[in-house]
């Protein structure tokens, strides 16, 4: 069976892909309560973010910076060892 342009955008058919994402919402928000965290929290730190980048001008931008290289020395090699490793599945 081929899939079509959504489903392979979305990495499987919508339907299976929303009941996937309803289920890890539920458990990263079972683990965030257990943290003490709320949505308000998220988004109030969210703000004070943006705020802060805001007020800091061109400093921000070397923070950033930093930040997102932090960031990207995980997450780019490990997307791609899951595209190599996805690569033999056809998918």
Avoid at 14 to 24: E, F, G, H, M, T
Avoid at 25 to 43: E, H, Q, R, T, W
Wanted: hydrophobic letters at 60%.
């Amino acid at each position: 069976m081929t899939m079509n342009g959504l489903q392979r955008f979305m990495g499987g058919s919508p339907a299976q892909v929303l009941l996937r994402l309803i289920v890890i919402s539920l458990i990263v928000g079972v683990v965030l309560s257990a943290l003490g965290l709320s949505p308000y929290d998220i988004v109030e730190k969210a703000r004070q973010l943006v705020w802060r980048v805001w007020n800091m001008g061109f400093g921000a931008i070397e923070w950033f910076w930093q930040y997102f290289l932090l960031g990207a020395v995980i997450v780019i090699p490990v997307w791609v060892i899951i595209r190599l490793l996805n690569l033999g599945k056809g998918g």
